[in-house]
């Protein structure tokens, strides 16, 4: 496992073990030790997927204390625009973004501590997106901000969005709690 710096204050590209042959692939995502000896403070409490249609975004989303979490996220299949937030007051990178393209077998996953949004756009049809996250889901607490208030500009001309994620309060009129 290799970790490559973002723009984004702790979040990292995180290099996969990833392995092809002439039977297929194979690609370890996830390692606790090795977390840790990259002092990377993750335990995976919930995993779960989502699958989107090209042109899907979906995001800015976290969870605000005393659920938050930090996120591992890979592409499983097809390929996606994955697109981070700093909302950490006190974090020199506060309110900058990153985009990083994840894509099936590509051997990449990204860590988000917490306090860092995560939304991405689908490029191609179907895609699945893994994640580990190090709390458990709290319908209270799971949180967003509008897509396109932070200054990001999309590059899809006919977004699908959710009415949910079409509800989230714009940048400007968010009251962080993460320091």
């Known amino acids: 496992m290799k970790l490559i710096k973002t723009k984004i204050k702790g979040a990292f590209i995180v290099l996969d073990q990833f392995k092809e042959d002439s039977r297929g692939a194979f690609c370890k995502f996830y390692n606790d030790e090795k977390f840790k000896l990259k002092n990377l403070n993750f335990q ?13 975004i979906r995001g800015m989303h976290f969870q605000i204390p005393p659920y938050h979490h930090s996120k591992l996220i890979k592409c499983i299949y ?11 007051k006190e974090s020199s990178t506060y309110l900058k973004y990153d985009t990083i393209n994840l894509k099936e077998n590509d051997g990449k996953s990204i860590y988000l501590p917490s306090g860092v949004a995560h939304g991405f756009l689908s490029l191609k049809e179907k895609t699945m997106v893994l994640y580990n996250v190090s709390s458990i889901y709290s319908p209270d607490h799971d949180k967003g901000i509008l897509w396109n208030s932070f200054g990001f500009k999309w590059p899809c001309s006919s977004p699908i969005i959710s009415k949910r994620d079409q509800n989230f309060d714009r940048i400007n009129l968010f009251k962080t709690p993460f320091l």
């Open 44 to 56: 995976s409490k919930e995993i779960y997927y989502n699958i989107s249609n090209k042109n899907v």
């Open 78 to 88: 097809g390929e996606i625009l994955d697109v981070i937030l700093d909302i950490r």
